[in-house]
C-alpha cells in the first residue's frame, strides 16, 4: 500500500496508519477534509473500500412511504414540513398507505423506508397501525421505520420508556431504524437550525437503546450547510465510539443539504469536490462501519457512480418515490428501476448486488 502516489504529502500519515490499521483520529479526519488532493484521498479509501468487498457494490429494492409532513420542529434547513393547517400538509391515513403499497404489490419490494414529520396530532396508536398495516401486505419486507427524533417523540406522547415504545414498535414488525434526525451533531449548529430537535445526548441514547433492543439502524450526516470541518469530524467519531459500544451501525450515509425552498436558501448547493470529500472522510474514519452509502437521491446518479471509486459500496436503493429532498430542489430521478440500478453500477465498472435490509445477498 506504500506506493500509493499522493500529491498532498501530510497524507502520507494516514497512509502509514491504514496500512498497519491503525484508528484515525480527529486530526486525521480534518485533514481528509481539508486536502485538495482529491485523488490521493480516494486511492486512500478505494483501497480500504476494495480490501473489503473488491469490487461489489451494493443496493436493495426499496420503497418510501412518507406519512405525514406536518411537524411542530420547524427546523430552519427544512422544506418538507408544514404547519397542520398550511397548504401542502398532509397526513396518510392507513388506507391511503395501504393503497400506495398496493400499486406495487407485483414488485419484489424487500424494504418499505417510512419517516415523516413529527405531527403533534397523532397519537401512537396510529404508528403501531402504520406498521401493522404495512406488514399484512409485506409480511417478507423489513420495515425500516422512524428516526430517532421520531421514536423520542413517541415516548412522550404514549407515556412510556423510549425502551418500552421500541419493545412495542418491534412488536408490530418494526425491524430497523433509518438514520436521520442526528443532521450534525453540536449544540452551536442545533441551536441556530433546529432548536425544537433532539440533541446529540438524547439523539445517542435513542439509538443506543434501538441497537440494545435488538434494531439496527442507519447513521447519517447532514452536510454543507453552516457546520465547520471540526464538527463534521467530531459528529463522525460520535457515531464511531456508538458503533464501538453497540455494533448496531449497518451503514453510514453522508446527506447532501439541498437549500432551496428553506430558510437557507442562500447557501449554494455543495460541490462534488466535497461531496465525494464526505464519502471518502466516511470510509476511512468509521473503520467499524461495513458499508458506505453514495445515497444518488442528494448527489445525483452520475457523481453517485463516481462515489464507488471514492470509498462509497452501496447506492441504498429503487427509492420509487422520494419526497423530502425532491421538496428543496433535488434534481435526481424520484425513483430508479431494479434495471436502472444494475446498469449504473455495471457502468461504473463494480459487481451489483441486490441485497436485503440486513445485507444477506438476494438473487438478481
Not at 95 to 114: F, N, S, T, W
Request: net charge negative.
Amino acid at each position: 500500500m506504500h506506493n500509493i502516489p499522493l500529491s498532498d504529502k501530510r497524507l502520507r500519515s494516514i497512509l502509514d496508519k491504514l496500512t498497519d490499521e491503525e484508528r484515525l483520529n480527529f486530526d486525521d479526519g480534518c485533514l481528509l477534509y481539508s486536502s485538495t488532493d482529491l485523488i490521493g484521498k480516494a486511492r486512500l479509501a478505494d483501497f480500504v473500500r476494495q480490501r473489503k468487498y473488491g469490487k461489489k457494490a451494493f443496493f436493495v429494492y426499496n420503497q418510501h412511504i412518507n406519512y405525514t409532513n406536518v411537524c411542530k420542529n420547524n427546523c430552519l434547513f427544512c422544506a418538507f414540513s408544514r404547519e397542520e393547517d398550511q397548504e401542502g400538509a398532509f397526513t396518510l391515513s392507513a388506507q391511503e398507505v395501504r393503497v400506495q403499497l398496493e400499486k406495487r404489490l407485483g414488485e419484489p419490494i424487500r424494504e418499505i423506508h417510512v419517516v415523516g414529520g413529527v405531527n403533534p396530532s397523532l397519537p401512537f396508536e396510529y404508528y403501531l397501525n402504520l406498521i401493522e398495516t404495512i406488514k399484512s401486505l409485506r409480511p417478507d419486507a423489513a420495515v425500516k421505520a422512524f428516526t430517532a427524533v421520531e421514536i423520542d417523540y413517541f415516548s412522550e406522547i404514549a407515556g412510556l420508556s423510549v425502551t418500552e415504545t421500541i419493545l412495542r414498535l418491534k412488536e408490530a414488525g418494526l425491524s430497523m431504524m433509518p438514520g436521520g434526525g442526528a443532521e450534525v451533531m453540536n449544540d452551536r449548529v442545533r441551536q441556530k437550525l433546529f432548536p425544537r430537535k433532539i440533541g446529540r445526548e438524547k439523539w445517542l441514547e435513542v439509538v443506543k437503546t434501538a441497537h440494545l433492543n435488538g434494531l439496527t439502524s442507519n447513521a447519517t450526516m447532514l452536510y454543507g450547510h453552516i457546520e465547520t470541518i471540526e464538527e463534521r469530524v467530531r459528529h463522525l467519531i460520535s457515531l464511531r465510539e456508538l458503533q464501538d459500544e453497540t455494533g448496531g451501525f449497518s451503514a453510514f450515509i453522508p446527506l447532501a443539504f439541498h437549500s432551496k425552498n428553506t430558510g437557507l436558501s442562500h447557501i449554494p448547493s455543495t460541490t462534488a469536490f466535497d461531496d465525494l470529500s464526505n464519502i471518502i472522510a466516511a470510509r476511512l474514519m468509521l473503520d467499524n462501519f461495513d458499508h458506505i452509502k453514495a445515497y444518488w437521491v442528494m448527489i445525483g446518479e452520475k457523481l453517485a457512480q463516481l462515489a464507488l471509486s471514492f470509498g462509497a459500496d452501496d447506492l441504498d436503493g429503487t427509492i420509487i418515490e422520494e419526497k423530502i429532498t425532491h421538496m428543496a430542489g433535488a434534481t435526481s430521478a424520484k425513483g430508479l428501476t431494479r434495471d436502472e440500478m444494475i446498469h449504473m453500477i455495471k457502468a461504473a465498472g463494480f459487481e451489483p448486488i441486490e441485497r436485503d435490509s440486513f445485507y444477506n445477498q438476494v438473487n438478481i
